[in-house]
């Protein structure tokens, strides 16, 4: 069982990066939410909080910024029909935004996520009301603008299925001195119309 990794990053591929475990020489590849991607430094290393995922025919790593946002990852993958991917592309909402979508009973910007229709949406809201503590402040630093936040906003929202040339276009057309959480969220209302 894997509960923190702390390494380098040899590859980023999507949403997915292979980290070098510094002293060990071993490599993982693990799945990480858009945070993740928008926290990488240019030194490319990186320390994450896992979910370990484990079946009867694979075994797959999941990678989180903070403890809260894994624990809302784990959350959302106990919703009926959200597996590990759906769950990262809600994430990729951000972690306050979802919480309050969800606090709010907004299933209209839930279901504006690839995958998740109302009726799932409403399963979600439905099922996480209740165990969310709405009132708790993300431990998550607040994310840092770069200059190559276009890059990590079009890696985020690809990740989330959406087609690449779309999302360049829609990007064009928002402001960029909005911060990077709003920015995303511009992008995916303007996708889901």
């Given at each position: 069982?894997?509960?923190?990794?702390?390494?380098?990053?040899?590859?980023?591929?999507g949403?997915?990066?292979?980290?070098?475990?510094?002293?060990?020489?071993?490599?993982?590849?693990?799945?990480?939410?858009?945070?993740?991607?928008?926290?990488?430094?240019?030194?490319?290393?990186?320390s994450?909080?896992?979910?370990?995922?484990?079946?009867?025919?694979?075994?797959?790593?999941?990678?989180?910024?903070?403890?809260?946002?894994?624990?809302?990852?784990?959350?959302?993958?106990?919703?009926?029909?959200?597996?590990?991917?759906?769950?990262?592309?809600?994430?990729?909402?951000?972690?306050?935004?979802?919480?309050?979508?969800?606090?709010l009973?907004?299933?209209?910007?839930?279901?504006?996520?690839?995958?998740?229709?109302?009726?799932?949406?409403?399963?979600?809201?439905?099922?996480?009301?209740?165990?969310?503590?709405?009132?708790?402040k993300?431990?998550?630093?607040?994310?840092?603008?770069q200059?190559?936040?276009?890059?990590?906003?079009?890696?985020?929202?690809?990740?989330?299925?959406?087609?690449?040339?779309?999302?360049?276009?829609?990007?064009?057309?928002?402001?960029?001195?909005?911060?990077?959480?709003?920015?995303?969220?511009?992008?995916?209302?303007?996708?889901?119309?």
């Amino acid at each position: 069982m894997f509960w923190y990794i702390d390494g380098d990053i040899l590859a980023i591929d999507g949403i997915t990066l292979t980290v070098q475990v510094r002293w060990t020489g071993l490599g993982f590849d693990i799945l990480v939410s858009p945070s993740v991607l928008g926290h990488i430094t240019p030194d490319k290393k990186v320390s994450l909080w896992i979910h370990h995922h484990k079946t009867d025919v694979s075994e797959l790593l999941f990678g989180f910024i903070s403890t809260d946002e894994r624990k809302l990852f784990r959350d959302l993958n106990k919703v009926n029909g959200i597996g590990g991917k759906t769950a990262l592309a809600l994430l990729g909402l951000w972690e306050e935004t979802l919480i309050r979508a969800i606090h709010l009973e907004d299933d209209k910007l839930l279901s504006s996520v690839p995958g998740i229709g109302k009726k799932t949406a409403q399963k979600i809201i439905v099922d996480l009301k209740g165990s969310i503590d709405f009132s708790k402040k993300s431990n998550t630093p607040e994310q840092k603008i770069q200059n190559n936040t276009d890059v990590l906003l079009v890696s985020s929202l690809v990740s989330m299925w959406y087609d690449k040339s779309r999302v360049e276009s829609v990007i064009s057309e928002i402001d960029s001195k909005l911060s990077l959480e709003n920015r995303t969220i511009e992008a995916i209302r303007k996708l889901a119309q």
